[in-house]
């Protein structure tokens, strides 16, 4: 227990928190896994034990990375391709000008997108971060950073658990930054000290159709979303096969999504209609952060200049 014992408060619980011999590492260019390699080679609690640590590690330098590489970018870049229509000339400057106002309201205060899989944190995320000038972070791809492997191969190899604590651990350090944005993972809503972490922020529910979402992530492919048992997308039955999983998951976790600050919802379109695009509904989730806002009762904001925000 040495190195535990050495390592600072917070690699010292996140040690802790983990299953012992139970994690993913790398060996130069080659991925062996802690479990089979404990199997085979019998390594010593010490060597795991510095295993962790450097996963622990590597965390925080996870953060830093996606924070320059966020900063750097000039333009979004988005996983697929959902429409995402320009606004026309004057619903731009107004929302641009919405922003701005909100942007300075919440003083820095962070933004948590919260839904289910597929509901377009991460697509949202990155643009709403563009309007309210903010960083972003998607939990999801700084635990992958960090552990150097896949969300879907932490699942296969040390569980939904180990996962699930990474997550929270993510989580509270994201909690330490300011002016982000910040996507969680589907399952982020589960844990009371995720909560924890987003109550010192304002959180937003996707609110997305079951039916829309088996779409997204059937079209996607299901294979960075473990929780879906990797179904085959070029099975015809894989959208049913996904409704039905999806709507169990939603069932077990509807009650918890409600606990965010603000719904933004794209219920309402009929069955072959065309998807909201996302730059609307990024103008909505601006549109619903005004709200909450004026609802809390933030102060209009006044710069320097003595200009004061319209919200
Ligand atoms: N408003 C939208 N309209 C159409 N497709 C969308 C929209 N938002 C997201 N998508 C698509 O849905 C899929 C899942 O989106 P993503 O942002 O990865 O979701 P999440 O981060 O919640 O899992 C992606 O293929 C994305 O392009
Ligand atoms: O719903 C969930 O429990 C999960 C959702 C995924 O993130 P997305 O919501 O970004 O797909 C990812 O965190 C993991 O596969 C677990």
């Not at 949202?124 to 950073?145: H, N, P, S, T």
């Not at 879907?152 to 604590?165: A, P, V």
């Not at 909560?195 to 997204?216: C, D, E, N």
Request: net charge positive; aromatic share 6%.
């Amino acid at each position: 227990m040495a190195l535990v014992a050495q390592a600072p408060a917070f690699q010292r619980s996140f040690l802790e928190a983990l299953p012992a011999a139970n994690w993913s590492h790398q060996t130069g260019t080659t991925r062996t896994h802690c479990w089979h390699n404990c199997q085979r080679q019998k390594e010593s609690g010490q060597q795991l034990e510095l295993r962790l640590l450097q996963s622990a590690q590597r965390l925080p330098a996870a953060c830093a990375r996606f924070k320059r590489r966020e900063s750097r970018k000039k333009d979004v870049q988005c996983s697929a391709t959902p429409r995402r229509d320009s606004l026309e000339p004057e619903s731009e400057r107004r929302v641009q000008e919405k922003a701005v106002g909100v942007a300075k309201a919440l003083g820095g205060v962070n933004v948590y997108l919260v839904g289910m899989m597929g509901s377009g944190k991460s697509t949202i995320g990155k643009l709403l971060a563009e309007r309210l000038q903010y960083r972003f972070f998607d939990c999801d791809e700084v635990i992958e950073g960090a552990v150097g492997a896949p969300v879907s191969q932490i699942f296969k190899e040390n569980g939904e658990d180990t996962f699930r604590k990474l997550e929270t651990e993510v989580l509270s350090q994201l909690a330490r930054e300011t002016r982000s944005v910040i996507s969680t993972g589907g399952g982020a809503v589960l844990r009371k000290e995720n909560w924890s972490s987003m109550h010192y922020g304002i959180s937003i529910f996707l609110q997305v159709p079951i039916q829309t979402l088996a779409k997204r992530v059937t079209k996607n492919g299901h294979a960075s979303r473990p929780l879906l048992n990797g179904g085959d997308a070029t099975d015809e039955s894989a959208e049913t096969k996904a409704f039905t999983r999806l709507s169990t998951i939603w069932k077990d976790r509807k009650a918890f999504y409600e606990n965010a600050d603000v719904t933004v919802s794209i219920a309402g379109y009929e069955e072959g209609e065309e998807e909201m695009s996302t730059a609307s509904l990024v103008e909505k989730v601006v549109h619903e952060l005004e709200t909450l806002l004026k609802e809390r009762g933030v102060k209009k904001p006044q710069d320097s200049t003595g200009w004061v925000t319209e919200l």
